[in-house]
């Protein structure tokens, strides 16, 4: 084990802990717990936003698709650079100006129902754990391979590091601790891509050139087709990466760390040009990778290529940028792992237990005592689920994620904002049927049961053919709230004017 290793990982560990204690000591209120008291600038944010998204599956898993499937792999970084579109110029303005800490206080604007109320907690909730797994698998990945630890310890260490950072700083922590990582992970990503053209003396044509000779895939390497063979099936993970950002709880939590809808915009806008050149970068990382380190030395490190990137930072850096590289890896698994435990503990504390079961009589030290057990609720589920999905793309597993948010938040969000006749019903209807339809295929599709053994979760035929079902689910989430709201016999225009003119003013009676 390296000293140096050992070093950074302290280093970057004692100062996200720092920031924890830091933040408990300004986390007073509900307020501050769950949105920072509402404080950040639009840049602050921005940085945060980056911060959670660029999470281990675009630093890890990107680079690993990208080093063993070559142009299949990319889709991944174009799906979730061009999600953010959808986020600023649909999501962002209404969400910020009709919500108080959650998606469900977005919703419940509209509709003061504790059945929708409860439907959104669940459809967080659940978002939130599947995404928490993934990142989870990155990290027991990365420190399995640094300090030669069972992947079941590690899992367990980065599990009580970033239930800590929940539990004493709330959201203050968990932002800060986005922004220091958001900082240090472009700073890696541009000094490795900086190495890595440095060798082609800058020349990208002889890149391209040299990695199509570096692979068993040869030419076609640079072309679409080894992993996503199914036109199909790549048309629904593209939908579920382009949709499913504008559905993510712990993203669209940060747009109530803003004073008002015009810093969100620009939050939105900061993270999109950091999100968008760390997607570029991850291009050179990943033909990075397949040059200097190769294929067998990835596989054999990660069934998944999830330790790619590392391996890379080693190949052309030496032993310094692979513990500098591996310490960043893991802060950012730390962060965004405490922004998932953060927006499920929310919607637990908040909506279910402050809203539904307190019916919004629940003190501020109630509710914080209430969002401190379900972190730890939250955190022990995800660990003990991440444990059976050891040897599973990053990457894909956030995919999932991205299909529920998808198929159960994205189109109540919308049909919230533009579509007068919406209802309760078609609110739950929506909700239910996305949430539902993505977990039961998912269940039944390759991802889950495959013919070779050591390939899924279990071995026999799957019944459903798509491996990410969003091209059916999403579909399913929309056509659930038109048919659940013109059923239904409800109807409350007047509120829906309301709310127009709330979500697109931020207007505010006097008292409200």
Same mark, same amino acid.
């Given at each position: +084990?390296?000293? #140096?290793?050992?070093?950074? &990982?302290?280093?970057?560990?004692?100062?996200?802990?720092?920031?924890?204690?830091?933040?408990?000591?300004?986390?007073?209120?509900?307020?501050? &717990?769950?949105?920072?008291?509402?404080?950040? #600038?639009?840049?602050? =944010?921005?940085?945060?936003?980056?911060?959670?998204?660029?999470?281990?599956?675009?630093?890890? !898993?990107?680079?690993?698709?990208?080093?063993?499937?070559?142009?299949?792999?990319?889709?991944?970084?174009?799906?979730?650079?061009?999600?953010?579109?959808?986020?600023?110029?649909?999501?962002? @303005?209404?969400?910020?100006?009709?919500?108080?800490? #959650?998606?469900?206080?977005?919703?419940?604007?509209?509709?003061?129902?504790?059945?929708?109320?409860?439907?959104?907690?669940?459809? #967080?909730?659940?978002?939130?754990?599947?995404?928490?797994?993934?990142?989870?698998?990155?990290?027991?990945?990365?420190?399995?391979?640094?300090?030669?630890?069972?992947?079941?310890?590690?899992?367990?260490?980065?599990?009580?590091?970033?239930?800590?950072?929940?539990?004493?700083?709330?959201?203050?922590?968990?932002?800060?601790?986005?922004?220091?990582?958001?900082?240090?992970?472009?700073?890696?990503?541009?000094?490795?891509?900086?190495?890595?053209?440095?060798?082609?003396?800058?020349?990208?044509?002889?890149?391209?050139?040299?990695?199509?000779?570096?692979?068993?895939?040869?030419?076609?390497?640079?072309?679409?087709?080894?992993?996503?063979?199914?036109?199909?099936?790549?048309?629904?993970?593209?939908?579920?990466?382009?949709?499913?950002?504008? !559905?993510?709880?712990?993203?669209?939590?940060?747009?109530?760390? /803003?004073?008002?809808?015009?810093?969100?915009?620009?939050?939105?806008?900061?993270?999109?040009?950091?999100?968008?050149?760390?997607?570029?970068?991850?291009?050179?990382?990943?033909?990075?990778?397949?040059?200097?380190?190769? @294929?067998?030395?990835?596989? @054999?490190? =990660?069934?998944? !290529? =999830?330790?790619?990137?590392?391996?890379?930072?080693?190949?052309?850096?030496?032993?310094?940028? &692979?513990?500098?590289?591996?310490?960043? *890896?893991?802060?950012?698994?730390?962060?965004?792992?405490?922004?998932? /435990?953060?927006?499920?503990?929310?919607?637990?504390?908040?909506?279910?237990?402050?809203?539904?079961?307190?019916?919004?009589?629940?003190?501020?030290?109630?509710?914080?005592?209430?969002?401190?057990?379900?972190?730890?609720?939250?955190?022990?589920?995800?660990?003990?689920?991440?444990?059976?999905?050891?040897?599973?793309?990053?990457?894909?597993?956030?995919?999932?994620?991205?299909?529920?948010?998808?198929?159960?938040?994205?189109?109540?969000?919308?049909?919230?904002?533009?579509?007068?006749? %919406?209802?309760?019903?078609?609110?739950?209807? *929506?909700?239910?049927?996305?949430?539902?339809?993505?977990?039961?295929?998912?269940? +039944?599709?390759?991802?889950? %049961?495959?013919?070779?053994?050591?390939? *899924?979760? &279990?071995?026999?035929?799957?019944?459903?053919?798509?491996?990410?079902?969003?091209? /059916?689910? /999403?579909?399913?989430?929309?056509?659930?709230?038109?048919?659940?709201?013109?059923?239904?016999? @409800?109807?409350?225009?007047?509120?829906?004017?309301?709310?127009?003119?709330?979500?697109?003013?931020?207007?505010?009676?006097?008292?409200?």
């Amino acid at each position: +084990m390296s000293p #140096t290793v050992i070093i950074l &990982f302290l280093i970057i560990v004692s100062l996200t802990l720092v920031i924890t204690y830091w933040a408990s000591k300004r986390t007073q209120t509900t307020g501050d &717990f769950y949105t920072a008291g509402g404080g950040l #600038t639009g840049f602050q =944010n921005g940085l945060a936003i980056s911060g959670d998204y660029l999470s281990a599956a675009s630093f890890l !898993g990107i680079a690993g698709s990208i080093a063993l499937f070559g142009f299949d792999g990319f889709f991944y970084s174009i799906g979730f650079l061009i999600a953010y579109l959808v986020v600023l110029f649909l999501v962002a @303005e209404p969400l910020r100006n009709l919500g108080k800490y #959650t998606i469900a206080d977005m919703i419940n604007a509209r509709f003061d129902a504790k059945k929708v109320r409860g439907a959104a907690a669940l459809s #967080t909730i659940t978002i939130s754990i599947f995404y928490m797994i993934a990142q989870l698998v990155g990290a027991g990945a990365l420190i399995q391979l640094l300090f030669d630890i069972p992947y079941s310890g590690a899992v367990l260490i980065v599990g009580v590091m970033m239930t800590i950072y929940v539990l004493f700083g709330g959201m203050i922590a968990t932002s800060w601790v986005q922004i220091v990582k958001a900082v240090l992970l472009m700073a890696g990503m541009v000094v490795i891509s900086f190495l890595v053209l440095l060798h082609f003396n800058f020349n990208i044509g002889a890149m391209f050139s040299e990695v199509k000779t570096a692979t068993s895939h040869g030419a076609d390497y640079l072309s679409p087709g080894l992993k996503y063979t199914d036109s199909l099936g790549t048309i629904s993970l593209m939908l579920a990466l382009v949709l499913g950002t504008a !559905g993510l709880p712990h993203i669209l939590m940060r747009f109530f760390t /803003v004073k008002d809808a015009k810093t969100a915009r620009s939050s939105v806008v900061t993270a999109t040009w950091i999100i968008g050149i760390f997607y570029v970068l991850t291009l050179f990382l990943g033909f990075g990778a397949a040059i200097f380190v190769g @294929e067998s030395t990835i596989t @054999e490190a =990660n069934p998944g !290529g =999830n330790m790619a990137a590392p391996l890379l930072a080693e190949a052309i850096g030496g032993e310094f940028l &692979f513990a500098f590289i591996s310490a960043v *890896a893991f802060a950012t698994i730390l962060a965004v792992v405490a922004g998932l /435990v953060l927006s499920g503990a929310s919607a637990f504390a908040h909506d279910l237990y402050g809203q539904i079961i307190k019916k919004g009589k629940a003190s501020d030290q109630q509710q914080m005592l209430a969002a401190r057990y379900a972190a730890l609720a939250v955190s022990v589920l995800s660990i003990v689920l991440s444990l059976f999905a050891q040897y599973l793309n990053v990457a894909f597993l956030v995919s999932l994620a991205f299909c529920i948010a998808a198929s159960a938040n994205l189109p109540v969000i919308l049909y919230t904002v533009y579509w007068k006749r %919406f209802n309760t019903a078609g609110a739950v209807t *929506a909700m239910l049927s996305g949430l539902f339809s993505a977990l039961i295929l998912v269940s +039944m599709s390759p991802s889950v %049961f495959s013919p070779v053994e050591g390939a *899924a979760l &279990f071995v026999g035929d799957p019944i459903f053919p798509l491996t990410n079902p969003a091209l /059916v689910s /999403v579909p399913i989430g929309f056509l659930g709230g038109y048919l659940g709201t013109i059923f239904s016999k @409800e109807s409350d225009v007047k509120r829906y004017a309301e709310v127009k003119v709330k979500a697109n003013t931020g207007y505010r009676e006097t008292g409200s």
